[in-house]
């Protein structure tokens, strides 16, 4: 049987990545790697932000709700002591049909009742002013929120890229990557920066 050869295959693969480095392989290698590293920093940031302001807005959106059903009670509250202030009303007027004098609490009955809807309607009111406000706050959170995901989605296209770069170590890939998280920084800086 005859002998095998040998080869030294450190000493090979050190030649190897020898002949990388004065090529600039290994140069782009470590600037693809560190450039990916730093747009996976910046999505788990968008996500997490992303996270944080679709959770706000179902907050917001949840107390609209709430708020909404609170002013619909003191409509449907109003419509009830309107509905007593027009049958006192109607009595009053019975009474002064037939000729007979209206009772002195009628008036005062009716008077009260008309006093209460104005009261309930100014609460009413004010509930839906404040719905209305939790309801624009929500969608402009789900504006930024839209903003982040969209900045997530690039950033991980982009983190894609840079690994396809990485192994093939083909600089115009590397490049795309760049450009992909460069738009996916800028997503997320909008609405950080105050922007919808």
């Not at 009053?92 to 009628?106: D, E, F, I, R, Y």
């Amino acid at each position: 049987m005859p002998e095998e050869i040998e080869i030294d295959t450190d000493k090979l693969r050190e030649t190897i990545d020898e002949e990388v480095e004065r090529a600039g392989g290994g140069r782009i290698l470590r600037w693809i790697s560190l450039t990916t590293g730093i747009l996976a920093a910046l999505a788990a940031i968008a996500s997490l932000r992303a996270g944080a302001t679709v959770n706000e807005a179902l907050v917001l959106k949840t107390e609209a709700t709430r708020l909404q059903a609170e002013a619909s009670d003191q409509w449907a509250y109003y419509q009830a002591k309107g509905i007593k202030s027009a049958i006192a009303q109607s009595a009053m007027n019975s009474w002064q049909a037939s000729g007979k004098p209206v009772p002195p609490a009628l008036p005062a009955e009716a008077a009260r009742y008309s006093a209460q809807q104005d009261t309930i309607r100014k609460a009413a009111s004010r509930f839906e002013q404040e719905r209305d406000r939790r309801s624009a706050e929500a969608d402009i959170l789900l504006e930024q929120h839209h903003s982040f995901a969209a900045s997530v989605a690039l950033l991980q296209i982009a983190i894609a890229l840079g690994a396809i770069a990485a192994l093939t170590r083909v600089s115009l890939v590397w490049i795309g990557s760049l450009v992909a998280g460069a738009i996916g920084v800028i997503l997320m800086a909008i609405p950080i920066l105050g922007g919808k």
